[in-house]
């Protein structure tokens, strides 16, 4: 049996920062199996989360350096964790940090340089899980339903909470999925605006109220009434929301507060929109699942129809990490690690491209 040794990378919207999870993937009886066997999280310092946020006003040859300097940044990290825990590794699987995500122009990129990572740590890089999907008409983007579809079939609905809020769920075999709207992006927006990270289990949406104004046009954004398939970016997020928030006065409680009612409004929305069956159960991940007051909120939402299972706390933050590195597996093989059901590309594909270090 083929156990695959390999460290799936994810750096998000929300710009936490960056996800390693080393894990093992293996096939039983046709079925894939995993175990994550170390995980890590770095932070991004002030001077790169800045680099990042700003990337999209970066000029061609600018953005080209990040995209090199960022990728040697990221083998660099990929070194010390497998230094760190003495580790075997065939494959990394780097999602990059994307930058510009404009589908309905046919473009996305995200840094991270695949040549330049493997060069940095010496191990084999499969990255850049996005650009075929677009070549093939698709949105490039969710690509975490797969590693739904194949290891966490049990749930009816799964739900990230990242930056973006995505669900995905299957129809009559075939695997849907979208981004449903705003997460992290508008709450993370707003904390930062007084030099806090985030708002922790939600203790000071907790306290907030409701903005009514402010949550009447959160929710009459244009985006909600696309059909499927349809992604977000932080282009997107600049925009339609931030003017919304910044022409809102009102204090940070009540911003939070009526931003996480928006978030669960629109999950709601969704989930009861494409029932399934009573008792049905929603996984949640992403860093909004330890939002405490968020999945209370959307516990209230959805009733007694539907039950919010948030899963250990690796799952939760390594779920996506853990996903890419699967998609690194999937191509290695030759399967299909993008669905067209989900993108609305011409057809499903193996994407990836393979950087070997020199």
């Known amino acids: 049996m ?3 040794k390999i460290i799936g990378l994810m750096s998000g919207t929300s710009l936490d920062g960056l996800d390693l999870a080393y894990c093992h993937i293996w096939q039983k009886k046709e079925a894939w199996q995993f175990e994550i066997k170390e995980t890590k999280s770095i932070k991004y310092s002030s001077d790169m989360m800045n680099t990042l946020k700003n990337a ?9 350096e990040l995209h090199n300097t960022y990728g040697t940044w990221l083998g660099e990290q990929v070194l010390n964790f497998v230094n760190e825990n003495s580790l075997q590794v065939d494959y990394i699987a780097s999602h990059g940090h994307t930058t510009h995500h404009r589908p309905e122009m046919g ?3 995200q840094v991270g340089s695949g040549q330049h990572l493997a060069n940095a740590c010496g191990i084999k890089v499969i990255c850049d899980f996005r650009t075929n999907d677009l070549a093939l008409g698709g949105q490039g983007a969710p690509l975490v339903p797969i590693g739904d579809r194949i290891f966490f079939s049990q749930y009816e609905f799964c739900l990230n909470l990242g930056g973006i809020s995505n669900v995905s769920f299957e129809v009559k075999d075939k695997r849907i999925a979208y981004d449903i709207g705003l997460a992290n992006m508008i709450l993370n927006y707003i904390t ?3 030099d806090l990270e985030y708002d ?3 203790n000071l949406a907790r306290k907030g109220q409701l903005n009514h104004t402010m949550l009447e046009k959160l929710n009459s954004l244009k985006y909600y009434l696309l059909p499927h398939p349809k992604s ?8 339609e929301v931030v003017p919304i928030v910044e022409e809102t006065e009102d204090t940070l409680e009540n911003l939070l507060h009526t931003s996480v009612h928006h978030i669960c409004d629109k999950v709601a929305q969704q989930i009861e929109l494409n029932f399934k069956t009573k008792n049905q159960q929603l996984l949640v991940t992403g860093g909004g699942a330890l939002n405490s007051f968020l999945i209370e909120t959307l516990q209230e939402k959805l009733g007694e129809t539907t039950k919010v299972v948030v899963p250990e706390k690796i799952i939760i933050e390594f779920k996506e990490a853990l996903v890419f590195a699967l998609m690194g597996v999937l191509r290695i093989e030759q399967l ?8 609305g590309a011409k057809k499903d594909s193996s994407s990836g491209v393979l950087f070997i270090p020199n």
């Open 232 to 239: 977000i970016g932080y282009e997107w997020f600049l925009e």
């Open 336 to 343: 299909t690690n993008v669905l067209s059901s989900v993108t």
């Open 56 to 64: 999209i006003d970066l000029s061609a040859e600018k953005l080209l």
């Open 200 to 202: 922790e289990d939600g």
């Open 2 to 4: 083929k156990i695959y």
């Open 107 to 109: 473009l996305t990129f």
């Open 192 to 194: 930062r605006k007084v």
